[in-house]
């Protein structure tokens, strides 16, 4: 069974995340992509020849031969877009963060339900060459108990960017909502949904008009998990640290996917896709025998492709779904828990 699948925007995420993903999955068909530039158009059209290019997404959500629909758009849009698409039978991929608000969310999941259709939300970060490390670091138990988890997710732009709804302060943005998102999926794929939050927001840049910097403590039982963000960070910061009662582990670098992705060079094909370079792997400390180890880890290699075949699987309804659209709804809540903890300067019980 092939799945058609229909790309809602080819800005940035449309362009690098979405559309060369689907076209290298077997068992996917680029199908229709909606977009209204003409520079956008242009390049669709150069790399996707054969796809549909049409003007309104109703286009994509009315057409019968297409099964999935793939929303690549502003936050702003994500319920509306996302409800119209279930109401008219398709599946839905909604681009992270998930909605605005939890409450969206629930309607959301209400309506897949009810009309049995899958309902996703694209957090590719879980497909991270370092967030897969960590995952394998953590299991290996040369840490011994974990106590602390850090996680860093930095930009250096400090500048505010023209012409983008990323900066506009509108519902739904800021680097909570953007980058946050990912950190706040990861912590809970590691340790679950947390017993409360707290955390410190803040706009460091000049005018800027969205919050760009983040601190978020998640509190569990025996483990401090902080996350942080922000767009004045010139430096290089580990990417993770994590301290446990045998030892740390402590990882610098990007994960290569997204660069590789925009220049658009390499196939997702090639046996080396997704692998970092040794100067970028992780250093693990650990006691052995009363001697210290320094012991350099090979990253796992990323996978992108991983979340679209997983989706592939679960439509054919050969395979549980990675990222459920519960999860995702909790990401919002910890976010929206976040915002009320900078507000009200306290930590707040997490409560759904």
Do not use: C
């Amino acid at each position: 069974m092939t799945i058609n699948v229909g790309l809602v925007g080819y800005g940035m995420g449309g362009r690098i995340f979405h559309a060369p993903l689907i076209n290298y999955v077997p068992g996917l068909h680029l199908h229709s992509i909606r977009e209204t530039r003409d520079e956008r158009i242009a390049h669709a059209r150069q790399y996707y020849p054969d796809v549909n290019i049409v003007p309104d997404a109703l286009d994509i959500f009315s057409d019968p031969e297409i099964d999935l629909a793939v929303l690549a758009v502003p936050n702003k849009f994500h319920y509306e877009l996302a409800m119209e698409a279930l109401r008219q039978d398709k599946h839905v991929i909604v681009e992270k963060p998930f909605t605005v608000t939890s409450a969206e969310a629930d309607k959301l999941i209400e309506e897949a339900e009810k009309r049995n259709k899958i309902l996703s939300v694209y957090q590719n970060r879980r497909f991270d060459s370092d967030f897969l490390t960590v995952r394998r670091v953590l299991k290996n138990g040369k840490l011994g108990r974990l106590v602390e988890y850090e996680a860093h997710y930095d930009r250096f732009r400090n500048s505010l960017r023209p012409s983008t709804w990323k900066e506009e302060g509108t519902p739904g943005t800021g680097l909570l909502y953007d980058l946050g998102s990912h950190l706040i999926d990861q912590a809970q794929q590691l340790f679950g949904v947390p017993q409360a939050v707290t955390a410190f927001l803040d706009s460091q840049r000049d005018n800027s008009r969205i919050p760009d910097s983040f601190e978020v403590i998640l509190h569990y039982n025996g483990v401090k998990v902080t996350l942080k963000s922000g767009m004045l960070v010139k430096a290089p910061l580990p990417k993770y640290i994590l301290l446990g009662t045998h030892g740390a582990f402590v990882k610098y670098g990007e994960d290569v996917q997204e660069a590789t992705l925009n220049e658009g060079k390499k196939s997702l094909s090639e046996s080396d896709w997704g692998e970092e370079p040794p100067e970028n792997w992780g250093i693990l400390h650990y006691e052995k025998d009363g001697e210290t180890i320094r012991e350099s880890v090979e990253s796992t290699p990323g996978n992108y492709a991983g979340f679209y075949e997983n989706v592939r699987d679960a439509v054919q309804g050969g395979g549980e779904l990675f990222v459920t659209p519960g999860q995702a709804r909790n990401t919002i809540r910890i976010i929206e828990l976040a915002q009320q903890s900078n507000n009200e300067k306290r930590t707040i019980p997490f409560e759904n």
